[in-house]
């Protein structure tokens, strides 16, 4: 084990809340209790932010970690990294590595906003994989970077024909449509009414958007009556 690796998981267990981390357990029920010490996120960011400016290569390479709060922190140091090119590659390293729907959301680089046509690429690749929460990042980066002024119906298209039985891939493809149907409406309902999605995707998306305070009271009510029974 890489010394810096052991230092943290010292200092993680010195932080553990066990009632949290059956919390915890309860919502990531994919992973196995013993890999959940029980640390809450903000003291993970707090944490991955005193190791700021330190040499983090020997625990970015340390991969598989033992504990999912080692992977929280782990996205955070690449969350902070400045370069894109050293961001994209730790990225694409940590991706096969990433269990859980936690991990995968809670990665979320600033870097990647200075390279958009290179992470448009890389996200649809991202959503041939075969790996669930490879596929379920590609989606969500759909989601984080290509939703405001730089939005276009073909994003959605591309996020339209993703298919899986895994529910985390499901969801998050349930999240795109929501969060787009709140900024984008007119452009994004026709993949509704036209039920591009499949019956239960399209049924959460709706769910979903129906309960953001950013969709209107009429737009709701249409939403629900397009529900597929």
């Avoid at 003291?43 to 504990?67: N, S, V, W």
């Avoid at 709060?69 to 996205?75: G, L, M």
């Avoid at 590609?138 to 993703?162: H, I, N, P, Q, S």
């Amino acid at each position: 084990m890489n010394r810096l690796t052991e230092e943290i998981q010292t200092r993680l267990l010195g932080m553990q809340d066990r009632e949290y981390g059956d919390f915890n357990s309860r919502i990531i029920p994919n992973i196995p209790r013993e890999s959940i010490i029980g640390v809450r996120s903000p003291e993970l960011k707090k944490l991955a932010a005193e190791y700021r400016g330190r040499d983090i290569g020997g625990f970015l390479a340390d991969l598989p970690h033992r504990y999912i709060e080692e992977n929280y922190i782990h996205a955070q140091f690449i969350n902070g990294m400045k370069s894109f090119d050293e961001c994209m590659g730790e990225t694409e390293r940590f991706l096969p590595y990433i269990d859980n729907w936690e991990t995968c959301d809670s990665l979320a680089p600033k870097a990647f906003r200075k390279n958009k046509p290179v992470l448009l690429e890389k996200s649809a690749q991202w959503r041939r994989s075969s790996h669930t929460y490879t596929i379920r990042f590609g989606t969500g980066v759909l989601m984080r970077y290509f939703l405001d002024a730089d939005f276009r119906t073909e994003y959605a298209e591309e996020a339209a024909k993703v298919r899986s039985d895994e529910y985390y891939v499901n969801m998050m493809t349930a999240w795109y449509f929501a969060t787009a149907l709140a900024k984008h409406y007119d452009e994004v309902l026709p993949f509704i009414e036209g039920h591009r999605l499949d019956a239960w995707t399209h049924n959460k998306a709706i769910q979903k958007a129906t309960e953001s305070y950013r969709v209107g009271e009429e737009q709701k009510a249409y939403l629900r009556s397009l529900k597929i029974k």
